[in-house]
């Protein structure tokens, strides 16, 4: 089974309202991600969290916090964001090995910031 | 720079009519090429990894083969539920976790 999960699959907020997305996957890969994705482009890394500690941050602004509980869950909380940062939330996850890191992603979480 | 470049960006293909879409690739060592499909609004569903040149991979209606610069998404007899957009990306020997992508073929298939 190659299933990532994520909730919401929508989500629309103010930009003074806080949120979180949600994403968990049980193949017991080691290594998740959030990506950021906007209308006709590729999917754009924003963090990597790998064996549960923050491994990559891309200059990520501070209002996107992530947040890693247990190696199946992976939060994205969001506080005080602008118009801008709508967009299509990605989650993924791999095996992390080194060898096989072939990325496996969620359906997606649409964020519309009002 | 490491680079990838998709072609065409777009392809209308009636029904049955096979082609191929193409995957070029500059990086310092490579590690590994994917193979995505992206419906609107979803998230890239995994098709194939190729690790080395010569490699070959079956799914379906789909192959994806391999060189030292680029990758072919080879599609026979395509049908409308084909429609998407095929998203390319590498990863290069010096890195973990980053991905670098292609912009995208959207494929049409018109009955």
């Known amino acids: 089974d190659t299933e990532v999960t994520q909730t919401p699959k929508h989500l629309v907020m103010g930009m003074t309202n806080k949120k979180s997305l949600k994403c968990e996957q049980h193949?017991?890969?080691?290594?998740m991600y959030w990506y950021k994705q906007k209308a006709k482009k590729p999917p754009e890394l924003m963090f990597v969290?790998?064996?549960?500690?923050?491994?990559i941050n891309e200059s990520v602004p501070s209002r996107f916090s992530p947040e890693c509980p247990n190696s199946s869950l992976l939060n994205l909380h969001l506080h005080a964001l602008q118009p801008e940062d709508s967009a299509l939330y990605l989650c993924?996850?791999?095996?992390?090995?080194?060898?096989?890191?072939?990325?496996?992603f969620g359906p997606g979480t649409r964020l519309t910031v009002l | 720079e490491d680079q990838v470049t998709q072609s065409p960006e777009a392809l209308r293909l009636q029904e049955g009519e096979s082609s191929s879409l193409n995957c070029s690739y500059t990086?310092?060592?490579?590690?590994?090429l994917f193979w995505y499909r992206q419906d609107p609004g979803k998230g890239p569903e995994f098709l194939f990894t190729?690790?080395?040149?010569?490699e070959e991979k079956e799914k379906e209606r789909l192959k994806a083969t391999l060189t030292k610069k680029e990758s072919f998404l080879h599609i026979t007899a395509p049908k409308p539920e084909d429609s998407a957009t095929y998203l390319c990306?590498?990863?290069?020997?010096?890195?973990?976790?980053?991905?670098?992508w292609g912009a995208g073929t959207k494929l049409i298939i018109k009955p």
């Open positions: 993924a996850s791999s095996q992390d090995t080194g060898y096989e890191d072939t990325q496996y």
């Open positions: 193949m017991g890969h080691r290594a």
């Open positions: 969290y790998s064996y549960e500690k923050l491994s």
């Open positions: 990086v310092s060592g490579l590690r590994g």
């Open positions: 190729l690790y080395s040149a010569g």
């Open positions: 990306a590498v990863q290069a020997s010096n890195s973990n976790y980053q991905l670098i």
